[in-house]
């Protein structure tokens, strides 16, 4: 049997400076109880000025490669999931390359938005399959403070910053990617956009703040594509590893809001406590949700040695992506 990418190590960063449901009130006209109801997201954490997306990132992999008890030399690469870099180049995974000193590692970004983790957990799965590469860097990092719109009361209220990151590296026996599935639908990429080079008259004038690199987004749009993308990448990729949603422990699904969970269970006919969530303490992270959720439901026990989970998420592009991991 082919060897298949198993998480040996995990760790992760969130900034400590916090931005409470409170401290929204005052910036737009909302209040906490609408937050709470519509998205569950009570505070999210924010970078501080002049940290971006590969400081966060360097922490979370020097972290991981602590936890996994190995040297950056041994790493063959470094896949980084952004969707805000510091810069277009150098990218942040060659900046996390040079800062940790991986001398032997290629080094990729990977641009799915939030779909990211789990497109690039995919990667890495077929390079350990195929023996190309033993030890595979994983990181979700993301400062989506820097592309949100403070002005915008439909968009603000979701996103926060933090960076996740795992080690994958050959399995031995039936632990690690069991089943994967990646899917796009460019045409509805229209409901969720961020320009960088590109002039649209039309699609800057839809921000509040006037500026078209702020994320603009088409909330019940993407809210309707979500729990239908979750349900259904969550069913494919488990039929691919072969299995049932019986035999899944629990769904480390992309922490967006609450009722998008919600909603994706109640498609698959399972019940919440299966679902792992923390989206109360973060908001949204885009590619860093997964990777820090999936720390957390280790650390507080939730998934166990032997376990088996599904990691699922959705993004803009649109995008989506989900992997059964047994642990
Ligand atoms: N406070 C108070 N009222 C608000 C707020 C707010 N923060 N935001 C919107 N409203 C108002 C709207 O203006 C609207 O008022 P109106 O009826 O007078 O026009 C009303 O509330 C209802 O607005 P909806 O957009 O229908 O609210 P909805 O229940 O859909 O919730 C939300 C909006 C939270 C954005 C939801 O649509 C959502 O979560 N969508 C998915 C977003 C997402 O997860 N994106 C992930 C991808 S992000 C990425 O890839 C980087």
Same mark, same amino acid.
């Given at each position: ?6 998480? +040996? ?7 400590s ?10 910036m ?5 109880? !609408? ?22 990132a360097? /922490? ?9 008890g ?22 942040v ?6 800062? /940790?000193?991986?001398?032997n590692?290629?080094?990729i970004?990977?641009n799915?938005?939030?779909t ?29 403070s820097l592309? +949100? ?9 979701l ?16 632990e ?17 956009t ?12 839809k ?8 994320? !603009? ?10 729990v ?5 990448a969550t ?9 049932t ?30 679902m792992?969530?923390?989206l109360?303490k ?20 939730? #998934? ?5 989970a599904?990691?699922?998420g ?5 995008? !989506?992506?989900?992997?059964? #991991?047994?642990?």
């Amino acid at each position: 049997m082919l060897p298949r990418a198993k998480i +040996t190590a995990m760790g992760y960063y969130v900034p400590s400076r916090r931005l409470t449901n409170a401290d929204l009130e005052k910036m737009v006209d909302t209040s906490d109880e !609408w937050i709470v109801r519509r998205t569950g997201i009570k505070e999210r954490r924010i970078a501080e000025k002049g940290v971006y997306a590969s400081d966060m990132a360097l /922490i979370a992999a020097k972290r991981v490669l602590e936890n996994a008890g190995i040297s950056a030399q041994e790493l063959d690469l470094i896949l980084v999931a952004t969707t805000t870099p510091d810069m277009f180049t150098p990218s942040v995974s060659c900046i996390v390359q040079g800062k /940790i000193g991986a001398a032997n590692a290629a080094a990729i970004d990977i641009n799915t938005a939030c779909t990211g983790f789990v497109s690039a957990l995919t990667i890495a799965n077929q390079f350990i399959k195929t023996g190309y590469y033993q030890k595979i860097l994983i990181i979700g990092a993301e400062t989506l403070s820097l592309m +949100t719109d403070y002005q915008d009361r439909n968009t603000c209220i979701l996103f926060g910053d933090g960076a996740g990151a795992v080690i994958v590296e050959p399995s031995e026996g039936d632990e690690g990617v069991l089943g994967t599935v990646l899917g796009a639908d460019g045409e509805g990429g229209k409901n969720l956009t961020s320009f960088a080079f590109k002039d649209d008259e039309e699609e800057t004038a839809k921000r509040v703040s006037g500026n078209k690199q702020t994320l !603009w987004m088409d909330g019940s749009e993407v809210l309707k594509f979500a729990v239908r993308a979750m349900a259904k990448a969550t069913t494919e990729a488990v039929e691919k590893a072969g299995l049932t949603l019986d035999d899944i422990d629990i769904i480390i699904p992309h922490q967006a809001n609450i009722r998008i969970v919600e909603g994706a269970a109640k498609r698959l006919g399972v019940d919440m406590d299966r679902m792992f969530i923390n989206l109360e303490k973060y908001g949204n992270m885009a590619s860093a949700s997964i990777p820090i959720a999936l720390c957390e439901a280790f650390g507080s026990g939730r #998934v166990k040695k032997g376990d088996t989970a599904v990691l699922v998420g959705f993004g803009g592009g649109l995008t !989506w992506g989900a992997a059964v #991991v047994r642990f």
